[in-house]
Nanobody, 123 residues
């Protein structure tokens, strides 16, 4: 069993920053990928970025590249999403997920999911 739980969401003004945290713990032998997704009402879950927890390699969606950074701290079973230069269009529920391949970008490739944390960016 893999436990995934994200936190750190909140209300922030446009141009501001937030850091989301995600614990990925348990039997993670086949869950190298730490992924971040977001979802707004009426839309499918959108891939934001991912990281290989073993190598640290990352992959980002074009919409957040240069603004968001994913890191990991394996000693503490943590994956982080640092969000800078936030825009109102970044408003969404953000989800952390664990899967086998860090290069995957589709929701179905990730098996274990957190409960989501709300990020609201005001203009």
């Amino acid at each position: 069993q893999v436990h995934v739980a994200e936190s750190g969401g909140g209300l922030v003004q446009a141009g501001g920053s937030l850091r989301l945290s995600c614990v990925v713990a348990g039997r993670t032998d086949f869950s190298d990928a730490g992924g971040w997704f977001r979802q707004t009402p009426g839309k499918e879950r959108e891939f934001i970025g991912s990281i290989s927890r073993s190598s640290g390699r990352t992959n980002y969606a074009d919409s957040v590249k240069g603004r968001f950074t994913i890191t990991r701290d394996n000693a503490n079973d943590m994956v982080y999403l640092q969000m800078n230069s936030l825009k109102p269009e970044d408003t969404a529920v953000y989800y952390c997920a664990a899967g086998q391949w860090w290069s995957d970008t589709v929701e179905s490739s990730y098996v274990y999911w957190g409960q989501g944390t709300q990020v609201t960016v005001s203009s």
